[in-house]
């Protein structure tokens, strides 16, 4: 008896090795074929959105080190010069806000000539911003809020896909937009509600997009990045609870506000601690994401970074995975 259990546990030991040896040799694989990279890179145009500081930022001089044109939009003049001053000639840097419609048709018209002719290899619709203000959210959220956020997360990138398709198309080019671990998990806690829901919105967009395209047999791709928490200036402490205590504002009963204002206390206490023990401080990761979603011959429908914990949970019941977030 205990010599069958003995035998069957060491059958069943071996096919989960072989299992498991054969799926490392399926990404071994997988990673080979995502390596190879499109060619005459250095004739490619790419198209950056929220080029001032983080992700968007390290990207431009990323693909300017590789020999690309660049084209980065910042909000900033500040971040334009900047950004000239670090990078070769090849990159351009323009002050747009993307969240006016025409000020990316001026830079249409300003780029039409040279894309017409030589088309566009890749639109990064990196820009994003969460709410100004964030407290307890279930009862003081505006409309406002949402109008805040999705005016930069996702009406822009609805702009800039049918301002810029026809140049796209042009190059047989790529969509690559930035989402967030967020559009696999709501996290509300951690992060603010219209924040959550422009991901979630925009990850809705890029698949139809991406279907519709198909349909119409036009050679354009759509790519998602889906990257976790990682410690960059959206991520800064100082921010996040400069945004909750403006928040508390919308208090109106004083014994309510001292609540919550002695609960944003506790978070100014806990959030620097939790930033430095969760959250990685090299985004490195993303880039080389955005890098191959942008040069690889077959990249990714989707990339996610740092994220492993958010997916799995989604994949769990909802009494364990709220469970989990709550306790976190």
Not at 63 to 91: F, P, W
Not at 105 to 124: I, P, S, Y
Not at 212 to 217: E, M, R, T
Request: aromatic residues 10%; charged residues 25%; glycine residues 4%.
């Amino acid at each position: 008896m205990f010599q069958q259990i003995k035998d069957c546990m060491a059958f069943w030991s071996m096919i989960f090795f072989l299992l498991g040896f054969i799926l490392f040799l399926c990404r071994k694989l997988e990673n080979l074929i995502r390596s190879f990279k499109v060619g005459e890179i250095k004739e490619k145009r790419v198209l950056i959105t929220g080029c001032d500081s983080g992700f968007g930022y390290q990207l431009a001089k990323r693909l300017d080190s590789k020999g690309l044109y660049v084209i980065a939009l910042c909000l900033h003049d500040h971040s334009c010069t900047r950004l000239k001053s670090e990078s070769s000639s090849k990159l351009r840097a323009f002050q747009v806000d993307v969240s006016k419609e025409e000020e990316i048709e001026q830079l249409k018209c300003l780029l039409r000539e040279e894309l017409e002719e030589k088309g566009l290899h890749a639109l990064v619709n990196n820009a994003g911003i969460s709410s100004s203000e964030a407290v307890a959210e279930i009862y003081w959220l505006k409309v406002g809020d949402f109008q805040e956020v999705f005016n930069v997360n996702v009406y822009p990138i609805v702009n800039f896909c049918k301002q810029f398709l026809p140049y796209l198309k042009r190059a047989k080019g790529r969509i690559v937009n930035m989402s967030s671990a967020a559009a696999k998990l709501a996290d509300p806690i951690e992060t603010s509600i219209p924040y959550l829901t422009s991901k979630y919105a925009m990850a809705a967009y890029s698949d139809s997009l991406r279907i519709l395209l198909k349909l119409n047999n036009i050679p354009v791709s759509v790519h998602i990045i889906e990257p976790g928490m990682f410690r960059t200036n959206f991520m800064n402490s100082q921010e996040i609870m400069a945004r909750i205590y403006k928040g508390l504002d919308r208090i109106q009963e004083k014994k309510l506000r001292k609540i919550f204002t002695d609960v944003a206390n506790d978070q100014a206490k806990t959030l620097r601690e939790r930033l430095e023990r969760k959250f990685p401080p090299d985004s490195t990761p993303v880039i080389d994401c955005y890098e191959n979603a942008i040069l690889s011959i077959w990249p990714k429908k989707r990339s996610s970074v740092n994220a492993s914990g958010s997916i799995l949970l989604s994949y769990c019941p909802s009494w364990l995975s709220d469970d989990i977030l709550l306790d976190i």
